[in-house]
């Protein structure tokens, strides 16, 4: 539980959010632009362990956030897109060469 000092530092004025949120939207939206890009025969993937409800870590720390394991592509030397976020081909691609054995087997990228 918070003391009431340590609430009222996380305080922030809602202009102050509103820049932040934006921030976040725009860097999100990019991040998709990226995995648009994806092309998934030569993609790399690999399985991060993150803040499932907020991947990129744009949002900042939550006291609530939920840590799992996510599956994640990019382009050779690329932006690490989570594979939620990329198009609906893609994943089907890239769900076939997991299974098909494409990828290191210590990288254990299978769920």
Request: contains cysteine.
């Amino acid at each position: 539980m918070l003391s009431y000092g340590q609430w009222q530092a996380r305080q922030e004025t809602y202009e102050d959010y509103k820049v932040r949120q934006s921030k976040a939207e725009y860097a999100e939206q990019a991040i998709k632009q990226a995995g648009a890009k994806i092309d998934p025969t030569i993609a790399e993937v690999q399985k991060f362990t993150c803040n499932v409800a907020d991947p990129y870590g744009l949002y900042g720390d939550d006291e609530y956030s939920c840590i799992g394991r996510l599956l994640f592509a990019r382009s050779p030397d690329g932006v690490w897109v989570v594979f939620g976020d990329l198009p609906e081909k893609t994943q089907e691609v890239l769900n076939a060469r997991l299974a098909a054995g494409h990828f290191a087997a210590d990288d254990d990228l299978a769920f």
